[in-house]
């Protein structure tokens, strides 16, 4: 029987160290890679690395400033690790409570030594300490871009596209944990599940404004979830799920995801669609691998995965589907609390580009789409000219017609915006990430 590894035969600061020095990666396929690696690590210490990570990636931008302020050496100048060892001691002294000051001085001070630079360890112990005495966090009140450590550039177009109010709901909520959100396969008994699941130690609640909707806490693993395996239910967040939602209010009896990964809305799609069949295609053979490997331990046989370009039009799929689902590459800026090293990853430019890979991607889409049939458009992002901006322009170069989706949404997402055929939903606003769903018809 394999041992457990405790929290005395691992540094867990060190651990946190590697993982965010990891390179060119999202932080989360670090993590899950760092914990494969060492298997043994028991929760605490795994919930204690994951928090620094986290924290010290959410919080980088504040943990620089902070440290800007009391270092003649400018950060681009510092070594790596010795940044790294900076911002992970200022951010336990600054936001982890839990942690006594002299304990996250001195275990920074020893990462820096133990990466044999001890001739710096001088350095990293003036200013961690000099932090520790200050409130130099105190005075970020009038500027949200430090206060929720987001690139200024996300800040000011937050504040121009909804007001300073929304906006500083949606920064903050993208600090915020997201949960872990269970989409509950048809036939399963949502109070029963719940009850199961917090029989095996996890905390799980039904969501109130919508069916079929668990919220998970503290679930140890689902790779040993009876529930899980057993494919009645799978993980999903409300956002997402309203595209099945939608879908379901819909006649299709022949369904294209066109760029399916994850895969979540694709497998929804044909577990509510009575007599639908489903095509998903991706451009990536690993990610059909795990939508294939979902479909069976959801038991969905009326899905067919293929690898395929969606910027190429296919002219054998051409008028051949009742419904296209386009939930199409995007910036991101919704899900900012999942993905938290995201929003340094992403540029103004990249909006244009998206912007310019979604028209290309849903011209192909509208050929796809038989006479009275309908586009599902859905991206994951709040940015006017990935979302209205890109529907409003399609709808005038082609013969499709915005179809209204308030009788298709549970009550709490009927925005005024709803009955003209589109939603926009936004993080820390509505009860969900940020997402943006709008329906459209062909007309011939």
Request: net charge negative; charged share 25%; hydrophobic share 40%.
């Amino acid at each position: 029987m394999k041992k457990t590894q405790s929290a005395s035969d691992i540094n867990e600061r060190e651990a946190a160290l590697d993982i965010l020095m990891s390179g060119d990666v999202f932080l989360n396929e670090a993590i899950d890679a760092f914990f494969e690696k060492h298997p043994g690590i028991d929760k605490r210490s795994r919930a204690f690395i994951e928090a620094l990570c986290v924290g010290v990636t959410e919080r980088r931008l504040t943990l620089d400033h902070i440290i800007s302020g009391f270092s003649t050496v400018k950060l681009k100048k510092m070594k790596p690790v010795v940044l790294w060892a900076l911002r992970l001691g200022v951010y336990q002294l600054k936001y982890m409570d839990l942690v006594p000051p002299s304990a996250a001085v001195n275990e920074s001070v020893k990462l820096v030594k133990k990466r044999g630079l001890a001739g710096l360890s001088g350095f990293v112990n003036a200013i961690l300490r000099k932090v520790s005495a200050s409130d130099v966090d105190a005075g970020f009140d009038g500027d949200l871009s430090l206060r929720y450590s987001t690139p200024e550039w996300i800040a000011d177009l937050f504040v121009k596209t909804y007001g300073e109010e929304m906006a500083e709901k949606m920064l903050s909520a993208s600090l915020e944990k997201a949960p872990l959100t269970a989409r509950v396969c048809p036939g399963v008994n949502v109070t029963a599940l719940a009850e199961e699941l917090a029989s095996e130690g996890a905390k799980a609640h039904p969501f109130e404004c919508m069916e079929g909707v668990i919220f998970i806490d503290s679930l140890s693993s689902l790779n040993t979830c009876t529930a899980f395996l057993e494919g009645r239910f799978t993980i999903q967040d409300v956002s997402s799920q309203l595209v099945g939602y939608i879908a379901s209010h819909i006649s299709a009896k022949t369904v294209l995801d066109i760029c399916a990964a994850p895969g979540g809305k694709a497998l929804h799609a044909a577990q509510v669609l009575e007599g639908s069949h489903v095509l998903a295609r991706d451009i990536s053979e690993k990610k059909l691998s795990r939508i294939r490997e979902n479909a069976k331990r959801l038991g969905c046989e009326n899905i067919t995965l293929e690898k395929f370009d969606a910027t190429v039009f296919d002219e054998k799929s051409a008028d051949a589907f009742d419904l296209v689902i386009a939930d199409l590459p995007c910036s991101g800026l919704g899900v900012m609390g999942r993905k938290c090293d995201l929003k340094y990853r992403v540029s103004p430019e990249d909006i244009e580009s998206l912007a310019a890979l979604q028209k290309t991607i849903l011209e192909n889409a509208a050929r796809y789409v038989k006479a009275g049939g309908y586009i599902l458009y859905s991206t994951c992002t709040v940015t006017e000219a990935e979302n209205v901006k890109q529907v409003e322009n399609f709808l005038k170069e082609h013969s499709f017609e915005s179809v209204p989706i308030d009788d298709k949404l549970p009550e709490v997402f009927r925005h005024e915006s709803a009955a003209s055929g589109y939603v926009q939903l936004l993080q820390g606003v509505d009860p969900c990430d940020g997402f943006f769903i709008a329906l459209m018809k062909r007309l011939s």
